[in-house]
């Protein structure tokens, strides 16, 4: 499968995978690196060191600013924000400083992530939060500041602060950094 770069939009890099869709009014700089089968939504810019794994989607209005890094199967959410310099000025260039988003993180929409936070594998986070501090793996964070408030499973299922599955009334437990039904 090739890649779909729209006519609308501004792809300066040729280091984009296979099957990845690039879609209207994206400005992407030329030192950027896109993964294979991403889909990358209208009004998106992605800066130079910016590095996106595979079967990755971000949806439209977010901005990606150098030093940010994105695992593979990862969702960022519509208007989300990232923020690759606490204290910024104009035409001061300081070293920037992205986030890290492991393999098959979800960020819900318009949540802003601070810079040099890393955000674990599997991990939520809630739309609309503010992300201060790092998350664990198969971790449930949102608020303002964003708290952890519960657990995510492999498999996309929330439990609370106890490992417990409120929808479907089933306990569950790490097993071997796993989180699986308790038996």
């Known amino acids: 499968m090739k890649k ?3 006519e609308l939009s501004d792809v300066q890099t040729n280091k984009i995978g296979e099957g990845t869709t690039i879609w209207q009014y994206v400005v992407i700089l030329k030192e950027a690196t896109i993964g294979e089968n991403c889909n990358i ?3 998106v810019f992605i800066e130079n060191d910016v590095i996106i794994g595979n079967n990755v989607t971000i949806k439209c209005g977010v901005q990606l ?3 940010i890094r994105i695992g593979n199967d990862s969702f960022v959410g519509p208007n989300s924000t990232f923020v690759n310099n606490p204290y910024p000025r104009s035409k001061k260039y300081p070293l920037h400083i992205g986030a890290k988003l492991g393999n098959n993180v979800s960020i819900g929409a318009s949540a802003t992530i601070m810079g040099n936070i890393t955000i674990e594998d599997f991990a939520m986070i809630g739309a609309a939060s503010l992300v201060t501090k790092n998350i664990g793996k198969n ?3 949102y608020g303002i500041p964003a ?16 490992l417990f599955d409120n929808k479907n009334n089933v306990q569950y437990q790490w097993k071997n950094n796993f989180l699986i039904v308790q038996r």
């Open 65 to 67: 600013w150098d030093g």
């Open 4 to 6: 779909f770069k729209h």
């Open 41 to 43: 939504n209208a009004h």
């Open 139 to 141: 971790e449930l964070w």
């Open 147 to 162: 708290k952890k408030m519960g657990f995510v499973t492999n498999e996309g299922i929330t439990l609370d602060l106890n």
